[in-house]
């Protein structure tokens, strides 16, 4: 069996994504994801005059091999744009195995551990009233789990404070759009969000919250120790984790459960933070994190530790990685939750997929592969449009973590 073609997919059905279709000389094809937002078009290259000139006439059979001639083979090893390149090529290639097995993806990785995935999604508002309204409108639509986000007094677009409800992306902008900080204010203002949500909704749901990088190891610790009567589910991203061992002097202080790694590209990037257990929850996923062969090591290594997974799942990953994210889910033994943004009609139109969401879980059905398709007449339609993500600064201007 050969690998006869590969083909790169950008489309922009509201916001970019970057697809990549294998097909073989036996009929049967295979789609990844590989979109890096903001940075779409070094994927592109990265898999067009790179990747794909190596891969063709492989046996794509052999996924594990394809993986590590792609990852040592290059020499040069991680970072986001060679992994999403990786990943979109093994998922394409499971995709391939699951169809010829004639099975949902599920059951190749090792059959279901569980029904459904349980899912958090978005709320968000402009000031603490306006989010605890958002929260209620999760919990009307049956979500058991959902993330907080407040905007700040006195600090410009504060993270995670979207225009739209249902449909929040923080790509907005031709070129990146300025938001401003002040953490002295975050601190200030965020647990109060969450004793107003415990107070007008009690402790029957999984409450989320995402510092998205933007306060310092002893900031972190406060933060945590602050909303620990309000019994989050994670605290996120809390500080920057280039530096692990930073995550002993936060884990030290609280025991708020703590959440980390939607930017990780290997287990490297995770293993000191697994290791020493200074984490509850380690969110790599697929398409960040070298596809399915990659993300099963890591989430192997972190169940050796009692910590759980919970995989990214903003909108800039696309339908195929959530697709074939509810697959790993629905199999891995140490699952925790998943992330679930909605896509718009658009980008769920043009990729058909073969799942749905049901009173806070998602459940993936009985397609064979990972069950997520890209009807290439209508991407054709929607081309690409240059997006950022935006930038931080704080009010003197300094540059800080968007
Ligand atoms: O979903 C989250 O937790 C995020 O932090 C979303 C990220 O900002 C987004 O995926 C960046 O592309
Ligand atoms: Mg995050």
Known sequence: MKI????????????????????????????????LNGREKAVVSYLEDHVIPCIIGMDPRNSEDIWQYLYRGAYWRR???????????????????AKMANMPLYQLLGGRSRDGVMVYGHANGGDIAETVDAVGAYIDMGYKAIRAQTGVP???????????????????????????????????????????????????HH??????????????????????????????????????EAFKLIRQHTTTPLAV??????????????????IDYIRATIVGAGGITHLRRIADLASLYQIRTGCHGATDLSPVTMGTALHFDTWVPNFGIQEYMRHTPETD?????????DQGMLYVGDTVGHGVDIDEKLAAKYPYKPAYLPVARLEDGTMWNW
Not at 349 to 357: A, G, L, Q, T
């Open 207 to 244: 409450l989320l919250h995402d510092g998205h990088h933007r306060y310092s190891p002893t900031e972190a610790a406060q933060l945590g120790k602050a909303l620990e009567p309000y019994s989050l589910f994670w605290l996120e991203d809390v500080t920057p984790a280039e530096n692990q």
């Open 349 to 357: 139109e043009v990729f058909p997929h073969d799942y749905s969401f």
């Open 4 to 35: 006869t073609s590969a083909r790169v997919i950008v489309t922009c059905p509201g916001r970019n994504f970057v697809t990549l279709k294998i097909e073989t000389d036996q009929g049967v094809y295979g789609i990844g994801d590989a979109t």
């Open 261 to 278: 790694g939607e930017i990780f590209n290997t287990i490297w990037d995770a293993k000191d933070l697994i290791q020493n257990q200074l």
């Open 79 to 97: 970072g986001p744009v060679t992994m999403r390149a990786i990943a979109a090529v093994d998922v394409a290639l499971w995709d391939i195995k």
């Open 154 to 204: 006195g600090v410009k677009d504060a993270y995670g404070v979207g225009r739209g409800k249902l449909f929040y992306e923080p790509a907005d902008a031709a070129l990146p759009s300025l938001t401003g900080w002040d953490t002295r204010k975050a601190l200030n203002y965020v647990p109060k969000l969450f004793e107003k949500l415990r107070e007008t909704y009690g402790f029957d």
